[in-house]
């Protein structure tokens, strides 16, 4: 039957009834885990509840990224096990959402039967209005890009929700906040700026308002996401008068955000660091490669030199920083020595944490049809031995913490070890805290005593004892 539309609310008529039930599969980044806790918010005001077996839901929703072929063929199985899923159960819904969806659109529909409705990154909230157009028996496409020059809060949500409607997943220690959508950058390899549109920035009310929120259900650490996020800027504030603002936030500990570009990390930036005290001594700052050759043909927009400059400025601001980097190896044209300067790169700075990934070709990109891609072989080799090289000095950072005091931030029991509780430090270290119980979001003061494996351990040491 097809659902009647309130004409208050514009939720249907069958929000009043049995409440359904919605599966949501996220595939990606840490962007797209927040997308999906956006819709679960809009659905949960046309009754519907989270399930965990896409067996037991009404609707399935895959949310999808295209960062990697391989992203794009796990979504693409997926979607064939589901349609069993809808063969035995014709009334279930399927969607399609997210990166792939906004590069892919009607093909998606063509290739896989069983899926009702196709939604872009600008879309996703239109989810109440493609369900009832499901319902009405439709198959539903809606990819188009909204306009950049409406306010922004049309396809980043503006916050509206009480606190109490949050979903479970954003009652946690740590939760994730979307200041920026998009991407102005164009780098050569991705396929951001063709899945997620130009970059626009939420306004800081909106922002704030959503931040509270996550704090008053719990959250004592927020990760402000962006694409390129530290090129946040609206009319009444850039970056750094936002996190001065989020700083101010009452119940708020710590405050964190990824990623930021180098060429806009600036001295206001690294300063900030050393100033407001919720803002962690951590940086992620993708590098991408350490040969200037490499970095001009992904169109990066920054050399080496001008990176290590600004490692240089922010390590003399808080001397206590902890770094870490995105690195992909075997770009197109990458030789033994473009790749002998990445190892010489990391080397240098030493980073904290490394992400690092072979290339991989995606449609849309100019460095897809780039002339000499590198053999599957050598890309594998490469990767190997970066994260080889990475091991010892991450080992060595941590290592030289032992004896030091440091700020833990409890997110937990520990998951193997009986009587322990595990966090983080404000430099995003993993610490385990033997014999001692501690509800998550308690800040325990701690000396560093051992390194086991990838964790810390902590032993708590109250201010004022040594
Ligand atoms: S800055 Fe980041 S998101 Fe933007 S195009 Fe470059 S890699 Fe992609």
């Known amino acids: 039957m097809k659902p009647t539309a309130d004409p208050k609310t514009g939720a249907s008529a069958t929000n009043r009834s049995q409440p359904k039930s919605v599966y949501i599969k996220t595939f990606g980044c840490q962007m797209n885990d927040y997308d999906s806790a956006k819709m679960l918010e809009q659905l949960r005001g046309e009754n519907y509840l989270p399930v965990e077996s896409p067996r037991d839901a009404d609707l399935i929703l895959v949310n999808t990224c295209a960062i990697r072929e391989k992203s794009e063929h796990k979504v693409y199985s997926l979607l064939g096990s589901l349609g069993e899923i809808k063969r035995s159960r014709p009334d279930v819904v399927i969607g399609v959402g997210g990166c792939v969806s906004q590069q892919r659109g009607d093909e998606i529909l063509k290739r896989v039967r069983s899926v009702d409705m196709v939604f872009g990154t600008d879309n996703l909230f239109e989810l109440p209005e493609m369900l009832r157009e499901v319902a009405g028996g439709n198959r539903v496409v809606r990819t188009a890009w909204h306009d950049r020059k409406r ?7 503006d916050f509206r929700l009480d606190a109490a409607s949050l979903p479970k997943a954003a009652q946690s220690v740590k939760a994730c906040l979307a200041i920026t959508k998009g991407c102005n950058n164009y780098c050569t390899f991705c396929v951001v700026p063709y899945t997620r549109g130009r970059e626009v920035s939420r306004e800081p009310d909106n922002i704030l308002a959503e931040a509270q929120a996550l704090v008053d259900n719990g959250a004592r650490e927020i990760t402000l996401l962006g694409q390129n996020v530290n090129s946040y800027k ?3 504030a850039r ?10 936030i009452g119940g708020l500990a710590r405050i964190r955000y990824t990623s930021p570009h180098p060429k806009d990390f600036g001295e206001e930036l690294a300063a900030a660091h050393a100033r407001l005290p919720k803002l962690c001594e951590y940086i992620h700052l993708p590098v991408q ?4 050759r490499i970095l001009k043909a992904m169109r990066r927009n920054h050399t080496i030199e001008s990176y290590l400059d600004k490692v240089t400025m922010i390590r003399e601001k808080v001397p206590a920083m902890a770094l870490s980097t995105d690195i992909i190896v075997g770009f197109p044209g990458e030789t033994d020595q473009d790749f002998e300067d990445t190892l010489s790169l990391m080397r240098q700075v030493r980073f904290d944490h490394l992400f690092a990934f072979k290339f991989s070709p995606r449609s849309d990109t100019p460095a897809a049809d780039y ?3 590198v053999p599957e072989g050598v890309r594998a080799e490469r990767l190997a031995r970066l994260f080889e090289l990475h091991e010892v000095i ?3 950072r941590s290592e030289a913490l032992i004896g030091t005091r440091q700020e833990v931030l409890v997110e937990g029991p520990h998951p193997r070890e009986t009587g322990a509780v595990t966090g983080r430090t ?3 270290k993993p610490v385990t805290i033997p014999r001692r119980s501690a509800e998550p979001g308690e800040l325990v003061p701690v000396t560093i005593v051992a390194l086991r494996h990838q964790s810390l351990v902590g032993r708590e040491t109250p201010s004022g004892s040594q």
């Open 239 to 248: 970056f750094v008068d936002l996190l001065e603002q989020l700083n101010g």
């Open 426 to 428: 404000r430099g995003n």
């Open 289 to 292: 490669s350490g040969s200037n």
């Open 394 to 396: 991450r080992k060595e």
């Open 371 to 373: 002339r000499h891609q």
């Open 234 to 236: 609206t009319g009444s």
């Open 151 to 157: 306010k922004v809060d049309n396809f980043i949500p």
